[in-house]
């Protein structure tokens, strides 16, 4: 009997990945291993309507228990893959036993990027990543009244939006000169700045931290310029990492994320990797990019999974993302760095709009703001975009 296929990682590429394998007709062994506690489950609602007590958490889960032995998948959680011997085609597990595989699939995701900062294992303070993490802070959300939170990216935003409309105090540090800068234009950082400004949130912009205090339990924030910030829950939302020690270890490819090609190979034999750990080409954008997105980990999964079955479908998205703050969806269709102009549609006083970015007169992303169809028109549009060659770097978006 040959190897099994197997997958580790069980979240939304992991899954995607093995959902795919069958249904393109793969009946051969097929394990997913992941470490955490948990049936495969999505995460933008941890920052949004879980976090908020309006989802229950059965609906985070993206398939029932049932459909793991219906499909015949040997879901491992909880268990961790600690090596991978490419050569042998070979994994150790946690506990030193060992697993043959067929073909691999790495998909391990990010983690919350801790900064190394004075008070930031004192008590109160949180990442917010996992199931596990929002359980932590559930309750100390409820009774904190000051909430500080560093970064003003996605879940820093959303989390801000949530805190907010429990009635608390809360204040936002950003070290950049606007929110979300690494993903929207000026005009959209101001829209949702403004938003959070009418709902009470302090965002304090070109600010940096200098340490977290308190005796035990944290107590309040310290800001660049001396002052300090009360708090009793501070939330760190200063970006995510890609998980690559596996694979570097493993002696794959892997610089800022492991690197792929448009299959979604990498660079050891029958190993692919998908999802947020991977850095990959984009003829699109004409640059090596890396995405953090539920979009993204969906579609890359589904190419490994067919390269894995000997297809050669390349992989070249027109990447999406939403976030929910208060009332406004916003939802970003393409990738706008690097581009020389934007056009307005609509009325952002109505806070209904859309912006559309052009780089040399070719468009090349749209945000929409409560505009769902404008969003829908701009990635059937983007899609028939022509290619955008560049010599930039590689780059992060999203997330
Ligand atoms: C709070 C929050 C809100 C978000 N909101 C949005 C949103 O609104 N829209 C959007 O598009 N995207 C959003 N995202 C991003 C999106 O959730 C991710 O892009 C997506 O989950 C990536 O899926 P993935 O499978 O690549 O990685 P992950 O979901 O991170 O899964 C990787 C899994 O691998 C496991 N793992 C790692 N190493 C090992 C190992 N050695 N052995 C076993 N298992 C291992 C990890 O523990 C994890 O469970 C959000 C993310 C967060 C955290």
Redesign the pocket.
């Known amino acids: 009997m040959s190897a099994p296929i197997l997958i580790?990682?069980?979240?939304?590429?992991?899954?995607?990945a093995a959902e795919t394998l069958r249904q393109k007709g793969y009946d051969g062994g097929l394990v997913m291993?992941?470490?955490?506690p948990y049936l495969?489950y999505?995460?933008?609602?941890?920052?949004?309507a879980y976090?908020k007590g309006e989802m229950d958490e059965e609906r985070l889960f993206l398939r029932p228990r049932a459909y793991f032995e219906t499909a015949s998948i040997d879901l491992r959680p909880a268990?961790?893959?600690?090596a991978i011997d490419p050569d042998n085609h070979r994994v150790t597990l946690?506990d030193g036993s060992g697993l043959s595989y067929s073909s691999l699939l790495i998909?391990?995701?990010?983690?919350?990027r801790k900064i190394p900062l004075e008070g930031a294992d004192l008590d109160g303070v949180f990442s917010?990543?996992?199931m596990q993490d929002v359980a932590a802070i559930r309750g100390p959300l409820q009774d904190a009244q000051n909430i500080v939170i560093l970064g003003a990216g996605?879940?820093g935003m959303?989390f801000a939006a949530v805190a907010a409309k429990l009635g608390k105090t809360v204040s936002v540090v950003e070290a950049r000169p606007r929110a979300m800068e690494r993903s929207v234009a000026p005009m959209i950082s101001e829209h949702f700045h403004q938003l959070h400004r009418e709902n009470g949130v302090a965002l304090l912009l070109e600010t940096g931290v200098k340490r977290i205090v308190g005796d035990g339990r944290v107590s309040a924030v310290e800001l660049s310029d001396g002052t300090q910030r009360p708090a009793d829950l501070v939330l760190m939302a200063v970006g995510?990492e890609p998980?690559t020690?596996?694979a570097q270890e493993a002696g794959l490819t892997v610089s800022g994320g492991i690197q792929v090609d448009a299959f979604a190979r990498t660079s050891a034999p029958d190993v692919y990797a998908?999802?947020?750990?991977?850095l990959f080409p984009s003829a699109r954008y004409g640059r090596i990019i890396r995405?953090?997105?539920?979009?993204?980990?969906i579609d890359q999964?589904k190419i490994a999974a067919g390269s894995m079955l000997g297809e050669t479908v390349p992989y070249d998205p027109v990447p999406?993302?939403?976030?929910?703050q208060y009332d406004a969806k916003l939802q970003i269709a393409g990738l706008s760095e690097g581009y020389d102009r934007t056009e307005l549609d609509g009325d952002p006083a109505s806070g209904s709009f859309s912006l559309r970015y052009f780089r040399d007169d070719c468009l090349i992303a749209v945000d929409a703001v409560n505009a769902p169809r404008a969003h829908m028109l701009a990635r059937r549009e983007l899609q028939g975009a022509p290619a955008q060659p560049s010599s930039r770097p590689a780059a992060t978006a999203?997330?």
């Open positions: 580790i990682g069980t979240g939304q590429a992991g899954l995607k291993i992941g470490d955490e495969p999505q995460r933008p609602p941890l920052s949004k976090l268990e961790k893959v600690a946690g998909a391990t995701g990010t983690r919350a917010l990543r996992t996605y879940i959303e995510a998980v020690e596996l998908a999802g947020d750990c991977t995405l953090e997105s539920v979009q993204n980990a999964a999406w993302f939403w976030s929910d999203t997330g």
